[in-house]
């Protein structure tokens, strides 16, 4: 699973091949989740609350990008960087 942004003590990862809806999945500490890219809402899993409301401010941000991920890991193709949320 690549990792494809790092910000906050936030590891953001993408697998190859997923299955829908499109989402990543978001590592803070012990805490894990599956997030939505349509709307940044944790789909499976818990953040903390801080954590979760950064991950959400990013998706907005890097939707676009997100988006052009998930077609590149369906197709198991490289993954690109995202920038981190700053």
Known sequence: MPRISYF???SIYMY???HEPPHFHAIYGEYGAMVSIETGD???GRL???ASQLVKEWTELY???LLENWKLAQA???LKEIP???
Request: proline share 10%; no cysteine.
């Open 16 to 18: 190859w091949k997923e």
């Open 8 to 10: 906050l003590g936030i």
């Open 48 to 50: 903390p609350s801080k």
């Open 42 to 44: 944790v789909i499976r």
């Open 76 to 78: 198991e193709q490289e």
């Open 84 to 86: 981190p949320l700053e």
């Open 63 to 65: 939707r676009q990008d």
